[in-house]
């Protein structure tokens, strides 16, 4: 009777085997490649009106200045850099005149006036391209013009001969800084594509590679559609790559401005 136990047992243990299959989650999906983003730059260009420096001179028939004569520069009323002051006395040189610092010279030439100041800004107006492109319609209407600091520079001489005192020769001339240089200004923008959904995009991929996701693909047998990425084109902040506007960029012309203005006036002194 024991016998007969075994073979029972080991029958309806191998009726009762159950086999059961697990399914395998769907392959993992891939980040999609970004689209290849595109940039370009441009560039407005902007000028302003400009004028002639304004002189007026005027040497009196008197006394005759002459070649080789002597000139002692008198700088007690105004204050003038050692570099103008050198800069006076080449152009006194360029026109035969011997600059000395003695008192017995032929002639003074008093600096009377060396000003600087902040006037008005300067107004720039947009130049049209030759061959206009896409944005440049857009651009314009945002920035049709731009304003730039201006200073406005002011020089006046007095030549005195030293023996009698009578006044020989008086100057003077004026100048702003946009007239000085008279240098366009440039400024340059970017358009560039960007990606506005990139988050959306990466989100989407992450949430579908769960392994609950992945389960559910395999078993509904189903793939999912990973969605594009959209683009859109952005204008970047225009950035000036060419001429002085700002105080500090325009105040850096003074010297310049006043040697200018300057040699103009020494220019107008008839030496025979």
């Given at each position: 009777?024991r016998?007969?136990?075994?073979p029972l ?11 059961t299959t697990t399914?395998q989650p ?5 980040m999609p ?8 730059t441009?560039?407005?260009e902007?000028e302003a009106?400009?004028?002639s ?5 005027v040497q009196?028939?008197a ?6 004569q002597?000139v002692?520069?008198v700088?007690?009323?105004?204050s003038?850099?050692d570099?103008?002051?050198a800069?006076?006395s080449?152009?006194l ?6 600059v000395?610092?003695?008192?017995d010279?032929d002639?003074?030439?008093a ?14 107006t947009?130049?049209?391209p030759?061959?206009?492109?896409a ?11 731009q ?10 001489m007095?030549l ?5 005192g009578?006044?020989v ?5 004026s100048l702003?800084?946009t007239?000085f240089?008279?240098?366009?200004l440039?400024y340059?923008?970017t ?5 506005t959904n990139e988050l959306?995009v990466?989100?989407?991929?992450h949430?579908?590679n769960t ?5 559910a ?5 189903t793939k ?6 959209n683009?859109?084109?952005?204008l ?8 002085p ?7 850096a ?7 200018y203005l ?10 025979i």
């Amino acid at each position: 009777m024991r016998f007969l136990v075994v073979p029972l047992f080991i029958l309806f243990s191998s009726g009762c085997t159950i086999t059961t299959t697990t399914n395998q989650p769907a392959e993992p999906l891939a980040m999609p490649l970004k689209p290849m983003l595109k940039s370009q730059t441009y560039q407005l260009e902007y000028e302003a009106q400009h004028t002639s420096p304004k002189v007026k001179s005027v040497q009196l028939p008197a006394h005759k200045v002459m070649k080789n004569q002597t000139v002692k520069i008198v700088t007690d009323r105004v204050s003038v850099t050692d570099t103008l002051l050198a800069q006076i006395s080449q152009a006194l040189n360029d026109k035969q005149l011997k600059v000395t610092t003695k008192n017995d010279s032929d002639y003074t030439l008093a600096i009377h006036q060396v000003d600087l100041s902040f006037t008005d800004d300067s107004k720039y107006t947009l130049n049209q391209p030759k061959q206009p492109y896409a944005l440049y319609s857009k651009v314009a209407q945002q920035f049709p013009t731009q304003q730039c600091a201006t200073i406005l520079a002011q020089v006046s001489m007095r030549l005195t001969h030293k023996a009698s005192g009578d006044v020989v020769w008086f100057a003077k001339s004026s100048l702003d800084s946009t007239s000085f240089h008279r240098e366009s200004l440039i400024y340059s923008f970017t358009e560039e594509q960007k990606i506005t959904n990139e988050l959306e995009v990466v989100a989407f991929v992450h949430q579908q590679n769960t392994e609950q996701a992945r389960l559910a693909r395999a078993e509904a047998n189903t793939k999912v559609t990973i969605p594009k990425y959209n683009t859109m084109s952005k204008l970047s902040t225009l950035t000036k790559v060419q001429g002085p506007c700002t105080r500090t960029e325009i105040s850096a012309l003074a010297p310049m401005m006043q040697f200018y203005l300057s040699s103009i006036l020494i220019d107008k002194i008839k030496v025979i």
